[in-house]
């Protein structure tokens, strides 16, 4: 079960990268970035691509991006995944603080891709 939680257009192709956040109940929550939108191209070498763009741009955030198991070609996509986003403590919680900067920092690296700073 996921939820889009922030889209953008990518200014240069007309595809849209989206962030969602998944409950994969047995190995908790994860985030992902999706490719999606309808002039997409449904090739792998797009989520390559697109994959290496987001792994040079997350590092300026301190961000990991790194490609799921495997790709399967959709509507929407995922492209990447990053490692480990959500902390959980010993007692199940997790800092809400942090997990909002965060979210935030995956913002600014979609927003420096779709907006063609890349």
């Known amino acids: ?54 792994q040079e741009t997350g590092k300026q955030q301190g961000l990991v991006f790194f490609k799921p198991v495997r790709y399967k070609i959709g509507n929407t996509t995922t492209v990447a995944e990053v490692k480990a986003p959500i902390q959980f403590d010993e007692k199940g919680t997790f800092n809400q603080d942090e997990f909002l900067s965060l979210m935030s920092s995956f913002e600014k690296v979609i927003d420096t891709i779709t907006q063609g700073e890349v």
Not at 9 to 37: A, D, M, R, S
């Open 1 to 54: 079960m996921g939820f889009f939680y922030y889209w953008r257009k990518y200014q240069k192709t007309g595809q849209e990268l989206n962030l969602q956040i998944e409950n994969h109940f047995n190995k908790g929550l994860k985030v992902v970035v999706k490719i999606g939108g309808k002039s997409w191209e449904k090739k792998t070498e797009t989520l390559y691509s697109t994959l290496k763009i987001l």
